[in-house]
C-alpha cells in the first residue's frame, strides 16, 4: 500500500502506513502516542499466541516513532524562527 492508498478518509500528508496496511492518522504528537500506546498493548496480547503479528506492530511502531520525530523537529523549527519588528 503506498501514499496513493490512503482511505478516503484519511490525509495522505497525515497518515502513516503500517506493514500490514494498517493506517494511522497522525497529524500530532499526541496521536501518534496514542498510537503508540495502542499497538504496545497489542504485541503484549500477540507476542506469545501470534509473533509475526507482534513483529509487525513492533515495525509498525518504528514508523511511528520517525513521524513523531519528524512532527518534534519540525515544531522545534517553527517556534525557534526569530521574531522580527516591524519598522
Known amino acids: ?4 492508498d490512503v482511505p478516503a478518509d484519511g490525509d ?3 497518515t502513516v502506513i503500517g506493514k500490514n496496511d ?3 492518522p497522525c497529524p500530532d504528537t499526541a496521536s501518534v502516542d496514542r498510537h503508540i500506546v495502542e499497538l504496545a498493548r497489542r504485541i503484549g496480547h500477540a507476542k506469545r499466541k501470534y ?3 507482534a513483529k509487525a506492530y513492533r515495525a509498525d511502531i518504528d514508523l511511528l516513532l520517525d513521524r513523531r520525530n519528524w512532527l518534534a523537529a519540525t515544531t522545534q ?3 525557534e524562527q526569530p521574531v522580527t ?3
Open 22 to 24: 494498517s493506517w494511522y
Open 12 to 14: 495522505p500528508f497525515t
Open 51 to 53: 509473533p509475526e503479528l
Open 85 to 87: 519588528e516591524a519598522a
Open 1 to 4: 500500500m503506498g501514499r496513493n
Open 77 to 79: 523549527q517553527t517556534t
